[in-house]
């Protein structure tokens, strides 16, 4: 899967809903349970 990624032949980036920062999880759990969000992605950076 990762390399189908690097090269470009999955789009895994178009299906992010929306992105988080570490300490917002709680907000992403809330988003996910009112519906509004398919798939978050909590960033460790």
Known sequence: ???L???GESKLDELVT???????VAQ?????????LVV???LFD
């Open 18 to 24: 929306r992105q988080y920062r570490r300490d917002a």
């Open 28 to 36: 992403a759990f809330r988003d996910q349970s009112a519906g509004e």
């Open 5 to 7: 990624y690097r090269r």
């Open 1 to 3: 899967m990762l390399d």
């Open 40 to 42: 978050g992605v909590v």
